[in-house]
C-alpha cells in the first residue's frame, strides 16, 4: 500500500503558501476563494544522474552539445511566449536541445491558448523530444509570490529568471569538484525569451538568455529552421516600414470584457464565423435566436474573421439589410494583380485599385429581395487558426532564381476555398513552386489586407499522390503518424501467431464464452474487405420461430482501458479510408487479423442473438460473449448470387434466405415508421492495380439485396444493444442521435420544388418527408429522386454521439433512422464509440466490470467530442479524397479520348442545376458524383424568385438537366487543380 | 454567448492531479494538509480544541458532563449527548448565511453525534448531558473530517470517558486516481466520502457520501482512508500528550512523564 504522510506547514511559510482572493462568478456574484500550496524540496530537477534527485529522468547529463556557442552543452528554458509565438520551430524535428519547460510556463500557455497548450502536451509526450516539466511553483526554492504592484507578467518573467538561477546553482552543487581533478565543465542554463528587458536582467543576474532568432542562427541547419520563426518575432530584427504611417483598413476589435458584456447584454452576437466558398467578400455567423445567420459583407465587415473563428457580431439596422449576393466571386482572379511586396503598405495606390476594384463588386452585386440580417465583426473569441495547406503563388516571386536565398514576401494561397490569401516571408520562395506546402497564420493587422503567416514545411509536389494524400490528411487533421512502440506493446506477444486457445474451463479466454463455432456464421462485405468487424446467421427453431445472430468482433478482450493503445485509438476515433489508404484506427494486426472475423478460423466474438417470428417480431434478445469460426466470407455481390441460385440448397444459401426474408420485413417496418431513404452522391473509383493507384474510372456504387440485409441487421444490433446499455447505465451510455433538422432548413429546397416542379415537401415528421420524397419523381428522369434526396440530406443535422446522462431523454431519437435510441455496435475495429459500447455491453452482462472511466460523464462526453469531430473531418477527408481521384479519371480518360480520337477531347456528361447565380450555375454531375461551376464572364439576366438564368435566350433554371464539358485545369499561378466545366447543352457556353 | 464564458473558464480550470503527480496545491495523492491542533482554554468550555487541516477551521467546545437542562431530553441510565453545529457565515467562500434550522446543518450534527455516542462511555452518567458546540470557522474542503477530528480531541480535553478515539478523512477518485483530504476545489471536482475510524479496533463508525462512486473505485479509496486514520491518530495522539504534559507541568508534580506509550487513558480513567 502506498505511503500516507502528513505534510507540515511551518507558520513563517504561509506569506508564500495561502492566498485569499475574491472571484466573480458567472451570474455576477462574488465569492471567497481560499487556496494554498504546499512547497516541497522533492520536486526533481530531471537531468540525468542527478545526485539529489531520484525521479525518473529524462534530460541527458550534460544537456546537448551541438550549438557552437555552448560547448559545455546547455539546457533551453524558454519563456511563454516562445511557445506561443513559435510553436512550429519548438516542433520541428530539427529542434532538437533539450529543454526544461516551467509549470509557471505551462500554465500561462494553457491559459493564453487551449490549442497550442495541447500541441505543448503532445510534445512533451514524444520520445523524440526531451522535455522535462520542472514544477517550479511546488519547489521552495524556485516558488514565488506576485508582489505588490507588480504585474502577473512581470511576477512569471521572475519565476523563470528566479529557476534559471536554481537550475544553475542545483547543477554547481550536484557536480562539485573533485579534488585533484580539473572543476567539471557544467552546462549552461539558457533561458530563451524574445523580451529584450527581461534579457537584459537575465543577464544582470548572470545568466545566459537569447533570442530565439539568436539561437537558430547559431545552429547547424539554420536556414530552414529561421523559415519556421513565426512573423512576430522578425519585426524586431528588421522593422519592414514606417508602421506608424500605415493606415489601418480594419477597425479596431473592442475589448474583450465590452464584447462579453454586450454578448450578455443581447447587443452583440456570438458565433462561428463562415466564409462563402463562392464569394470571398461575403461571409456569415449563424448567432443563436436568429433563424437566419448574420450576413457579413465586405471585407471591412468581415473584420480579419477567418472561416472558424468565434467572432462577436453586431447586427445592423433592419433599414440595412440584405440577401446574400447572387453572384460567384473568385479571389484568385480578383486580386490576381495584388502585390506582396507593396501591399505591406495598403494605404498607397496599389491599395486603392484593389479597393475600388471590390468596391465596385459589392455596388454592383443585385441582389435579390429576399433580406437577411447583416452585420460586422467587432471582435473575436477564440481563434481556430491551424496549419493550411497551401500553394505559393508564382507572380507574387520577386526572383524567381532558383538560387537567390534572398527573403522575399509572398502569397500563399489556401487549398480551401473559405481561406484568405496568406503572406509570409521565405527565403525558399523559388523552390516551393509547384509545392504543397503547409502555412500557419500568425497575426493579422489592421494596417494588412491579408494575414501574416509563416512557412512550416513542403508536403511534396502537387500532383503527386503523396502530397496530395498528406495535404488531404492535414487539412482534415487526421493523425497519420505509424503506431508507436508504447501501443504496439499492447498487442499480444504471439503475435500473428495468435489463435482462440483450447477449449477448457480453466482457460481465461473461455470463461463465460459461448461456444458458437458450430454456428453456420458467415460475413457479407465489399470485395477485399480485411477489417471483418461483424458476421450473421439465422437458423429455424423447432418452435416455428427463427434465431438470428449478429457477431462483432471483440475488440474489447484486446483493447483495455488505461492502456496506450486505447487512448491512441480514443484520439484517432475512427479509421479514415481514403481512396487508396486507409489510416487505421487500431493496429493492423488486430483490425485485418485478430479481431477480423476471417472465414475457417475462431475468432473470439460478441454475439447479439435474437428469436424472432417469421415475421420478424422480436421474441428476446441476448448478448453473450462467444467463439465463433465463420464458414464463408462473401462480398455482397457473391452472397447475392449464392441467395438467389436455386441450386444452392447447403446450410449457408439456406441461412441467407431466412436472413433476408427477415430483413425484408424489418425494412418494411422501419419504413413504416417513417425512417428515411436518404442518399449522398456515392461512387466508387476503379483503381489499375493497389500498387500503381492509377484510376481507371469513376463507377457508381451498386446496391443489392444483401447490402440492404447486413445494414438491417446492423441496425437491428445497434437499437437492442443500445437500449440494454442505457437501461444499465443511464447516466453515461454512449449512445448516437439524429436531432430533427429546424424546419427553416428546407424552406428553400421547398420553394425551389414548388416554382419548379410544383413538388410540395412536407417536413412536419420524418415519416411525412420520407412520404414526401417518394412523390418526388420525374418519369423522364429517374435520376431526378436521388437528386431531391441529396439535397434533402443536405438542409438536415448531421447524426452525433452523446453521453446519456448529458441530454434530455426526449431528444435521444434517431431522426433518419426513425429509431428512439440508437447507438454503434457492430464496427469496433474502425469506430471507437463501438468500442466504449463494447465495454459497457460487457459490464451490462455482468461478464467484466465496468472502468471507472465509463462511469464519469464527464469523460465520456469529452471522449465523444473527439469522436465527433474526428468522424466529421474523416467523412471530409473521405469525400476529398474521392473528389482528388475523380479529377484524375477524368484527365486520364480526357487522354485516352484523345488517343483515339487524334484530338483534344473532353469528358462531357449529364448534369442538374442545382444553383443559379448572376454570373454562373452550381451544377451537379451525378454519374461521377462531384458539384462544379459554370462561370460566365458577365452577368445574365437573372430572375431569383424563380431560380432561372437567361443566357442568349435561353433560360435554363433550377433542376434542369443540362450537359457539360469537364476538364482538368491548373491554375498558372498556384498550380492548383481545378475541375473547370463549360456548358454544351442546351447552349455552347464556351465563348461566354 | 454561454460558450464564452463555458471557453473562458475552461483555459483557466485547474488541474486535479497533472501528469508531475502533483495536486493543485503541491500535494501528492496519498499527502494529507498540515494538521494543526490547539488545545488552549476557550472561554468557559469544559475542553476544547481548534484544529486545522490546511485551510479549514473548526473550533469544538465540550460542556459536560453537566445535569440534563430538560427533563424531556434526559435519559436514566446513561448521558445525552447534544451535538450543535454552526457555520460562521465568512468560513465559505459565497457567504451563504446557514441557520442552526438548516436541514443540512441538522443532518451533519445528527451524524456526527450518531459517530460518537458509539465512544463515549455514556453509562457513567446517567441522567446527565455533554453539549458540543462545534463551529466552522473557515472552510477549504474535509468539513466533515475536521469536524468529527476537532470534536475526539475537545471530548479528551474535556476529560470525557472514551473507549477509543475517532479519526476522520476524506478521499475521492480522480479518473481512476485515489486522492486523500481534499480541498475545496477536489471536493468539487471528484466523487468523493468522508470515512471516520477507530484506531485501536479498526472499526469503521461513520462514511458518508454525497456523490455516486463506483463500487470498486469505493474500495480502494475506502481502504487508503481507512489507513489515513491512522496516520491522523499518530498527529492527534501526540498533541494530546504534549497538552497532558504541558497541564500535568503546570500542576507543579509533573516529574513522571510517562513514557509515551498509551496516551489514550490519560484524559478519561
Ligand atoms: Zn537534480
Request: proline share 5%; aromatic share 6%.
Amino acid at each position: 500500500m502506498a505511503e500516507i504522510t502528513i505534510l507540515k506547514r511551518t507558520r513563517t511559510e504561509a506569506v508564500v503558501t495561502q492566498r485569499k482572493f475574491f472571484k466573480k462568478t458567472a451570474r455576477g456574484k462574488v465569492i471567497k476563494v481560499l487556496r494554498e500550496r504546499y512547497l516541497r524540496d522533492d520536486v526533481s530537477c530531471g537531468i540525468d544522474h542527478c545526485r539529489e534527485c531520484t525521479d525518473a529522468q529524462s534530460l541527458p547529463v550534460s544537456g546537448d552539445l551541438q550549438h557552437p556557442s555552448f560547448p559545455n552543452g546547455h539546457f533551453v528554458l524558454p519563456d511563454t511566449n516562445v511557445f506561443l509565438s513559435q510553436m512550429d520551430l519548438v516542433e520541428s524535428p530539427l529542434f532538437t536541445p533539450p529543454i526544461i519547460l516551467l509549470q509557471t510556463v505551462l500554465e500561462e500557455v494553457r491559459h493564453r491558448s487551449l490549442p497550442l497548450y495541447n500541441r505543448l502536451k503532445a510534445l512533451t509526450r514524444m520520445d523524440e523530444k526531451k522535455i522535462w516539466v520542472f514544477y517550479n511553483e511546488y519547489r521552495a526554492e524556485t516558488a514565488i509570490i506576485r508582489e505588490e504592484g507588480e504585474t502577473p507578467n512581470d511576477r512569471n518573467d521572475r519565476g523563470i529568471r528566479k529557476a534559471t538561477a536554481w537550475y544553475n546553482s542545483h547543477l554547481k552543487v550536484n557536480r562539485p569538484p573533485i579534488r585533484g581533478q580539473p572543476a567539471p565543465k557544467l552546462p549552461t542554463i539558457v533561458l530563451m525569451t524574445e523580451d529584450a528587458a527581461n534579457r537584459q536582467k537575465a543577464v544582470k543576474e548572470s545568466m545566459t538568455s537569447v533570442s530565439v532568432r539568436k539561437y537558430v542562427e547559431g545552429m547547424k541547419g539554420a536556414t530552414q529552421l529561421l523559415d519556421l520563426l513565426a512573423a512576430e518575432g522578425t519585426s524586431e530584427i528588421e522593422p519592414t516600414k514606417a508602421v506608424a504611417g500605415r493606415q489601418a483598413l480594419y477597425p479596431d476589435y473592442l475589448p474583450t470584457t465590452a464584447l462579453l458584456a454586450g454578448v450578455k447584454a443581447g447587443q452583440l452576437h456570438q458565433g462561428h464565423f463562415n466564409a462563402n466558398q463562392y464569394n470571398y467578400l461575403e461571409g456569415s455567423v449563424p448567432v443563436p435566436g436568429s433563424s437566419k445567420p448574420v450576413l457579413l459583407v465586405g471585407r471591412e465587415n468581415m473584420n480579419r474573421a477567418v472561416d472558424g473563428d468565434i467572432v462577436v457580431v453586431e447586427v445592423f439596422d433592419e433599414k440595412e439589410w440584405k440577401a446574400p449576393a447572387d453572384e460567384v466571386v473568385d479571389q484568385d482572379a480578383t486580386l490576381k494583380n495584388d502585390d506582396a511586396e507593396d501591399s505591406a503598405d495598403e494605404g498607397d495606390t496599389e491599395g486603392h485599385e484593389v479597393l475600388t476594384r471590390e468596391s465596385k463588386i459589392l455596388q454592383s452585386e443585385k441582389r435579390s429581395a429576399e433580406r437577411q440580417p447583416t452585420g460586422r465583426v467587432v471582435g473575436v473569441i477564440k481563434r481556430n487558426w491551424r496549419a493550411y495547406v497551401c500553394h505559393i503563388d508564382s507572380t507574387s516571386l520577386t526572383s524567381s532564381n532558383s538560387t537567390s536565398l534572398s527573403q522575399q514576401t509572398v502569397f500563399a494561397t489556401p487549398v480551401s476555398r473559405l481561406l484568405p490569401r496568406i503572406r509570409l516571408r521565405t527565403r525558399q520562395a523559388p523552390s516551393l513552386i509547384g509545392q504543397k506546402i503547409l502555412v500557419t497564420i500568425d497575426r493579422w493587422d489592421v494596417t494588412s489586407r491579408y494575414p501574416e503567416g509563416h512557412f512550416v514545411r513542403a508536403l511534396g509536389k502537387v500532383e503527386s499522390k503523396e502530397a496530395e494524400q498528406e495535404s488531404l490528411l492535414l487539412e482534415f487533421d487526421v493523425p497519420y503518424r505509424p503506431f508507436g512502440k508504447a501501443i504496439l506493446d499492447c498487442l499480444p506477444k504471439e503475435g500473428e501467431q495468435w489463435v482462440v486457445p483450447p477449449k477448457s474451463d480453466s482457460s481465461p479466454d473461455w470463461k463465460n464464452r459461448e461456444d458458437l463455432r458450430e454456428l453456420i456464421i458467415c460475413s457479407i462485405d465489399p470485395p477485399n474487405c480485411q477489417d471483418i468487424d461483424d458476421a450473421l446467421h439465422a437458423r429455424p427453431l423447432p418452435n416455428g420461430n427463427i434465431e438470428a445472430g449478429v457477431h462483432i468482433a471483440d475488440v474489447s478482450n484486446f483493447v483495455h482501458p488505461d492502456t496506450p493503445m486505447d487512448s491512441e485509438a480514443a484520439s484517432r476515433g475512427t479509421t479514415v479510408y481514403l481512396v487508396d489508404k486507409r489510416i487505421d484506427m487500431l493496429p493492423a494486426l488486430l483490425g485485418t487479423n485478430l479481431c477480423s472475423l476471417r472465414p475457417f478460423v475462431e475468432r473470439l466474438a460478441f454475439s447479439a442473438i435474437w428469436e424472432m417470428t417469421p415475421e420478424a417480431e422480436i421474441v428476446n434478445v441476448r448478448f453473450t460473449k462467444s467463439v465463433i469460426a465463420s464458414k464463408a466470407a462473401f462480398t455482397y455481390e457473391e452472397a447475392q448470387i449464392r441467395k438467389d441460385d436455386p441450386h444452392h440448397q447447403d446450410d449457408l444459401a439456406r441461412s441467407i434466405r431466412l436472413l433476408n426474408t427477415l430483413a425484408q420485413k424489418l425494412k418494411a417496418k422501419r419504413m413504416a415508421a417513417g425512417a428515411l431513404n436518404l442518399a449522398s452522391p456515392e461512387v466508387k473509383i476503379q483503381l489499375e492495380s493497389p500498387e500503381s493507384s492509377d484510376p481507371i474510372d469513376v463507377e457508381q456504387k451498386e446496391m443489392r439485396e444483401t447490402n440492404s440485409l447486413v445494414e438491417e441487421f446492423m441496425l437491428l444490433a445497434n437499437i437492442s444493444v443500445a437500449r440494454k446499455i442505457e437501461e444499465t447505465f443511464p447516466q453515461t451510455a454512449v449512445l448516437r442521435r439524429h436531432l430533427p433538422p429546424p424546419r427553416t432548413n428546407f424552406e428553400k429546397l421547398q420553394d425551389i420544388l414548388l416554382k419548379r416542379k410544383d413538388m410540395k415537401l412536407d417536413v412536419s415528421s420524418s415519416r411525412a418527408l420520407a412520404a414526401s420524397l417518394d412523390q418526388c419523381i420525374d418519369p423522364s428522369e429517374p435520376a431526378f429522386n436521388t437528386l431531391v434526396r441529396i439535397m434533402a440530406t443536405r438542409c438536415m443535422l448531421s447524426a452525433e454521439y452523446f453521453c446519456s446522462g448529458s441530454v434530455g431523454k426526449d431528444t435521444f431519437g434517431h431522426y433518419g433512422l426513425a429509431s428512439p435510441i440508437y447507438t454503434h455496435f457492430t464496427s469496433p475495429i474502425r469506430r471507437y464509440a463501438d468500442v466504449l459500447a463494447h465495454r459497457q455491453l460487457s459490464a451490462a452482462i455482468g461478464y467484466t466490470p465496468l472502468h471507472a472511466s465509463l462511469h464519469s460523464k464527464p469523460y465520456v462526453e469529452h471522449v465523444l467530442d473527439v469522436v465527433n469531430r474526428r468522424h466529421r473531418m474523416a467523412q471530409m477527408a473521405g469525400r476529398a479524397s474521392v473528389e482528388f481521384y475523380v479529377g484524375l479519371a477524368l484527365k486520364g480518360r480526357g487522354e485516352r479520348e484523345k488517343k483515339v480520337g487524334g484530338q483534344a477531347a473532353e469528358v462531357t456528361e449529364d448534369a442538374f442545376v442545382i444553383r443559379t447565380f448572376r454570373n454562373g450555375l452550381g451544377v451537379f454531375v451525378s454519374k461521377l458524383g462531384i458539384e462544379g461551376l459554370v462561370m460566365f464572364k458577365k452577368n445574365m439576366q437573372f430572375d431569383a424568385e424563380n431560380y432561372t438564368i437567361t443566357v442568349r435566350s435561353t433560360t435554363i433554371a433550377v433542376f434542369d438537366k443540362v450537359t457539360v464539358r469537364i476538364s482538368v485545369e491548373k491554375d498558372k499561378n498556384t498550380q492548383r487543380g481545378k475541375v473547370k466545366m463549360n456548358l454544351v447543352h442546351p447552349i455552347d457556353s464556351s465563348g461566354l | 454567448m454561454v460558450q464564452s464564458i463555458s471557453t473562458l473558464k475552461c483555459a483557466s480550470r485547474i488541474e486535479i492531479l497533472n501528469e508531475g503527480g502533483f495536486r493543485s496545491d503541491g500535494r501528492r495523492q496519498y499527502e494529507l494538509r498540515s494538521i494543526e491542533i490547539d488545545l488552549s482554554q476557550q472561554g468557559h468550555a469544559d475542553g476544547s480544541a481548534v484544529l486545522t487541516h490546511g485551510l479549514t477551521q473548526v473550533l469544538v467546545s465540550v460542556f459536560g458532563p453537566r445535569e440534563a437542562k430538560m427533563r424531556s431530553q434526559t435519559i436514566h441510565d446513561r448521558a445525552n449527548i447534544n451535538v450543535e453545529l454552526s457555520i460562521a457565515a465568512f468560513s465559505a467562500g459565497d457567504r451563504r448565511k446557514r441557520s442552526r434550522g438548516d436541514k443540512r446543518i441538522l443532518e451533519f450534527a445528527a451524524a456526527i453525534k450518531s459517530t460518537f455516542e458509539p465512544v463515549i462511555q455514556t453509562s457513567l452518567y446517567p441522567r446527565s448531558q455533554i453539549d458540543i458546540f462545534v463551529q466552522v470557522i473557515q472552510q477549504d474542503g474535509g468539513f466533515l473530517q475536521a469536524c468529527i477530528n476537532a470534536t475526539t480531541i475537545a471530548l479528551m480535553s474535556a476529560g470525557i470517558p472514551m473507549i477509543d478515539f475517532i479519526c476522520a478523512v476524506s478521499g475521492g477518485v480522480h479518473s481512476t486516481s485515489p486522492l486523500l483530504d481534499l480541498t475545496l476545489l477536489e471536493e468539487n471536482d471528484v466523487p468523493n466520502l468522508t470515512v471516520a475510524v477507530m484506531p485501536k479496533t479498526r472499526k469503521v463508525s461513520l462514511v458518508t457520501m454525497e456523490t455516486r462512486l463506483h463500487v470498486d473505485r469505493f474500495e480502494e479509496i475506502f481502504k487508503l482512508a481507512t489507513e489515513a486514520g491512522q496516520v491522523i491518530h499518530g498527529e492527534m495522539k501526540a498533541a494530546i500528550l504534549k497538552w497532558s504534559k504541558g497541564l500535568v507541568k503546570s500542576m507543579g508534580h509533573g516529574n513522571q512523564d510517562r513514557d509515551g506509550g498509551e496516551v489514550d487513558e490519560v484524559g478519561f480513567d
